[in-house]
């Protein structure tokens, strides 16, 4: 039996949308793929509407089962998904790379966060897909 390859969601701070990316990761696509996020700075904690949002839409607590973490604290990485950085993306080795061109939505309201969580749904959902059609070479 095959490994589930192991994707992460990186941005500069992990803080906002790679921690949302990984908790609808291993929401929706837990059967396919190994979910992580990580940055190359850290912030002090998760960001609290980041937090409240995803506890409201989907009960998932990401306090309770996840953290801030550097690049350098994941395993060897099969799938980079890149968030959409304003400045130059931190570097990962991995078999293949994404850039989901997400805005940030922290300092902004809920609306905004919507926006976002919803893409970030609907991009877990299609990288799941294209991973289980073999879209995406691993080996």
């Not at 939505?105 to 059609?133: H, T």
Request: net charge negative.
């Amino acid at each position: 039996m095959n490994q589930k390859p192991k994707v992460a969601f990186i941005c500069v701070h992990n803080s906002c949308r790679s921690q949302m990316a990984e908790a609808l990761g291993k929401h929706f696509a837990g059967d396919v793929f190994e979910s992580y996020s990580a940055g190359t700075e850290l912030k002090a904690h998760i960001n609290p509407d980041a937090v409240r949002l995803i506890q409201e839409c989907y009960g998932i607590d990401m306090e309770e089962t996840q953290h801030v973490k550097l690049l350098e604290e994941l395993p060897a990485i099969d799938v980079v998904v890149k968030m959409g950085c304003n400045v130059v993306c931190p570097f990962l080795p991995s078999k293949y790379e994404e850039d989901w061109g997400l805005d940030d939505p922290s300092g902004q309201g809920d609306e905004a966060f919507q926006l976002v969580i919803d893409q970030i749904e609907r991009n877990v959902k299609r990288l799941a897909q294209n991973i289980k059609d073999d879209a995406i070479k691993r080996n």
